[in-house]
């Protein structure tokens, strides 16, 4: 039977790319087609599956004003199979020519416009799949969740194909059922969300309305039926790969060589429609781009974020109440060797513990229960004959149950660490670490308001040795002489609990949180989780305003005030800021904020400063931070942030500029580059402790620092296609530090800030630094079919640490630091995609 294109049929009515009349309300409800045939993925409309059925039109804007006219007409059909949902949009655009259209790397995204199809297959209005496309045919997927956080590192196997006509341009998709989550069912009604960008107007419009005021997003879909008889496909998809690896490391004077070949695979086993089985076995993560270069002087570990796609992707069910890695920290997996102080002098560190294997079984089962169980092994890391990392199993499970429509939300997770600890390695790790939580949530009066809370609590145990470190960690400090905590050394495990209580308004014009949290002193979550310290309470409270529609020349602007206060769980005041925040989008996209805030309000208390010693007084200090970002969809759009800081009764003061710049010479090439130098001259920076710490001949030292930073980053993206990219990256990093004044506490509670400290008559340790690094990579990818990938890397770095003690300069040191003898590893990885 012969049929008219869509595009025709438009046209016919209308002249292209016209704007259509103002309209009633958008329909909410909408009917799939089935297909008889499956429309070929071309971006056309001529298949049969797109001229039967209803389009779906009404689409409204939501940004910048909510619910208004969309300045351009939208259409979409959606249509299925046994085997793949299958939707055609057709944006209309009276200006072609004019349509932005960048190439990138799959996920990343562009100042190009966008077709965005959101769907949510389990129909539970909490949970949902995004697949997103620009005109170049990029390609992007999140998974979204909790009505509202979306987990960017999702990725599935799906095709789409866009066109650019005369009439505008159009996205049709191809959505594999093996992709979905859904129950058991002879009809399925799906949720679904359509959402088109322009870019170029600044404007976003969706089908059904997606209204910015509420505090939702996957509740806020509309109803597609009509979906009868879809199966339960059997989804296996397994990618083995193979490696080859040449390293050349110095080593001394020498240079160190090596050649490795491995092999590993990653598996995708759907054990039904909504559950499903991830595993990893011997991964190899060599195209990751390295963490960014920090220099850490405080007391706390320093936080990197997950850059791993195996512990990335799907995660999201894994988080845990407010504190997302408060019990669960994927990088503790494969972590870098605890040991390496007991390695020889002169051997090889290895970089990270081998994972030899890894699981994750997650979805969604009746009654609105999710659940994942997550397990993973590491291999024992030796260096010269001594172990630096023991074997260690990690175990983790978690269930979350929705209650009145997804409105409240309880759920329960444990975690389990067990280690393979030798003689030598049982003094100083622990030997397992246990922790269980609750949490939950409840929302109401349509969603506006949210009460949340959480308790967990943790059990590490070891030997004697073990946990008398752990009690005198900087997470715990027992030691302190001056509050009522003392080591026991004869314990061989430590137990404590956490608890966190939030009450929000998270919709309208005001919104709002007050939040309660309590952290025992022994609560220990290091093994699997990050905890920054124990022995803590906070109380926060802040202000936000935030408008759904322009103010002035502003869009998306808020103005928010914070509140929030720190304190031991004796009550001794440790941290007190008052913060005020402005932040808004020009209507051109350029975009603006400025952060003022006082930190050290009032009296306040430093009880992790001496590092074990006594709690020492701090000064209010003052801090200014400005951003700017320019319209990302100029060809050169600059960047600014600047921060100025000033405490310690003006003996304090840094200050932190960093210019950066992004430029799309072509659709295909983008480049980022930037800097950031640093001036601080801390006047209470600790130096050491000299003495046994409790004793009474014990010195606490602290000096006035000199420190200056300079690094450059230098990221490079070409994209011959969507499938085919080249990236350069490179971040050359020095920061040098000389400390003068040195002094020892006297009265650290005095009032004032000068009868805290008096002169140390003793010898002062050498604490200076200079410390340079670079960091590089050339990473070339190539997704030769769906899900299989070939990469080919190149990384160097370089460590310099011994050159110019205590001093800085930018030339000289940029200079020696490109004379040191690299590392350099070349790898080549090649998956290969066999799903069905």
């Not at 949009?89 to 966008?114: E, F, G, K, M, N």
């Not at 322009?198 to 969706?206: A, C, D, H, I």
């Not at 409270?541 to 759904?548: A, C, D, G, L, Y």
């Not at 000033?646 to 930037?674: A, F, K, N, Q, T």
């Amino acid at each position: 039977m012969p049929h008219t294109p869509l595009a025709a049929q438009a046209a016919a009515g209308t002249e292209s790319g016209a704007v259509a009349p103002a309209a009633a309300p958008a329909r909410t409800l909408a009917m799939a087609t089935r297909a008889e045939r499956a429309p070929v993925i071309d971006g056309r409309d001529d298949d049969a599956a797109w001229s039967a059925g209803t389009p779906i039109d009404g689409f409204q804007q939501f940004d910048p004003v909510e619910g208004a006219e969309a300045s351009m007409r939208t259409e979409a059909r959606i249509a299925y199979d046994a085997a793949n949902l299958y939707v055609f949009v057709r944006a209309y655009d009276p200006h072609p020519d004019s349509i932005r259209s960048l190439l990138s790397r799959r996920d990343v995204r562009t100042a190009s416009d966008q077709i965005k199809v959101m769907i949510d297959s389990y129909h539970d209005r909490r949970t949902g799949y995004e697949f997103a496309v620009n005109p170049a045919g990029v390609k992007r997927d999140y998974y979204a969740y909790d009505d509202g956080q979306e987990d960017v590192s999702w990725d599935a196997v799906w095709d789409v194909a866009t066109r650019i006509d005369s009439l505008g341009w159009t996205a049709e998709f191809r959505i594999p059922l093996s992709q979905l989550r859904y129950p058991p069912a002879a009809s399925h009604t799906f949720g679904v969300m359509i959402i088109r960008e322009l870019t170029r107007r600044n404007e976003r419009v969706s089908w059904p309305l997606l209204r910015r005021s509420r505090n939702a997003l996957v509740s806020q879909f509309g109803e597609v039926s009509g979906l009868d008889g879809l199966g339960s496909p059997r989804r296996l998809e397994i990618a083995p790969y193979m490696l080859v690896r040449n390293t050349g490391a110095v080593r001394g004077g020498d240079i160190r060589r090596s050649q490795q070949g491995t092999m590993g695979a990653d598996l995708k086993y759907g054990l039904t429609s909504n559950l499903t089985l991830d595993g990893t076995i011997n991964p190899d993560f060599g195209q990751v781009e390295a963490d960014p270069a920090q220099l850490n002087l405080t007391a706390f570990e320093t936080f990197f974020e997950e850059r791993r796609p195996f512990f990335l992707e799907g995660m999201s069910i894994f988080q845990f109440g407010a504190d997302p890695e408060q019990l669960f920290y994927s990088r503790r997996i494969g972590r870098d060797p605890q040991l390496t102080g007991l390695a020889p002098d002169g051997v090889d560190i290895p970089g990270a513990s081998r994972v030899l294997g890894a699981g994750k079984l997650t979805g969604r089962v009746a009654g609105g229960t999710s659940l994942g169980v997550l397990g993973a092994v590491t291999d024992q890391v030796t260096a010269g004959g001594t172990t630096i990392e023991p074997r260690t199993t990690y175990g983790l499970a978690r269930a979350t149950r929705d209650l009145r429509g997804g409105e409240s939300t309880i759920g329960l997770m444990v975690t389990a660490v067990d280690r393979a600890l030798g003689v030598g390695e049982s003094p100083y790790l622990r030997r397992g670490a246990y922790a269980a939580g609750i949490d939950g949530r409840h929302r109401w009066a349509e969603g506006r308001y949210e009460l949340s809370g959480s308790v967990a609590l943790s059990d590490v145990r070891g030997s004697a040795a073990a946990i008398t470190r752990t009690q005198r960690s900087s997470v715990h400090e027992y030691q302190r002489p001056d509050d009522a905590l003392a080591v026991d050394t004869t314990l061989t495990s430590l137990e404590g609990t956490s608890l966190r209580v939030i009450a929000k308004k998270v919709a309208g014009l005001v919104r709002a949180t007050a939040s309660y949290q309590r952290v025992t002193p022994g609560y220990e979550t290091n093994d699997f989780g990050f905890l920054a310290r124990a022995d803590e309470q906070i109380v926060n409270t802040n202000v936000r305003f935030i408008p759904s529609k322009t103010v002035g020349p502003w869009r998306n602007a808020s103005l928010e005030f914070y509140e929030q206060h720190h304190f031991t769980t004796d009550g001794l005041p440790t941290g007190a800021l008052y913060e005020a925040y402005a932040s808004g989008s020009l209507k051109s996209g350029a975009y603006f904020s400025v952060d003022s805030w006082v930190d050290n309000a009032g009296t306040v208390y430093c009880d992790r400063c001496a590092r074990g010693g006594p709690a020492l007084r701090l000064s209010p200090n003052y801090n200014t931070l400005v951003n700017y970002v320019a319209d990302p969809k100029r060809t050169v759009s600059p960047q600014f942030a600047a921060i100025y800081t000033l405490g310690d009764g003006g003996r304090s003061m840094l200050w932190r500029v960093r210019p950066y710049v992004v430029i799309h010479p072509s659709s295909r090439l983008g480049v980022e580059l930037g800097t950031r130098y640093q001036y601080n001259r801390d006047n209470t920076q600790w130096v050491a402790n000299v003495g046994e710490i409790g004793a009474d001949t014990t010195h606490y030292l602290f000096g006035r620092l000199h420190q200056d930073l300079l690094s450059f980053t230098g990221r490079m993206d070409l994209t011959i296609r969507p499938t085919l990219s080249l990236q350069l990256y490179a971040e050359p990093f020095v920061t040098a530090g000389h400390f003068t004044n040195v002094r020892e506490l006297a009265a650290p509670r005095a009032r004032a800030y000068d009868a805290r400290f008096r002169a140390y008559a003793g010898p002062t340790p050498d604490a200076d630094f200079n410390e340079k690094s670079f960091h590089s990579s050339v990473v070339a990818r190539w997704e030769y079919r769906p899900g299989s990938t070939l990469f080919v890397v190149w990384t160097q770095g370089r460590d310099q640490f011994d050159r110019d003690v205590g001093t800085f300069a930018a030339t000289r040191d940029y200079r020696n630091l490109f004379a040191a003898r690299p590392d350099n590893v070349f790898l080549i990885k090649a998956a290969y995609w066999l799903g069905r």
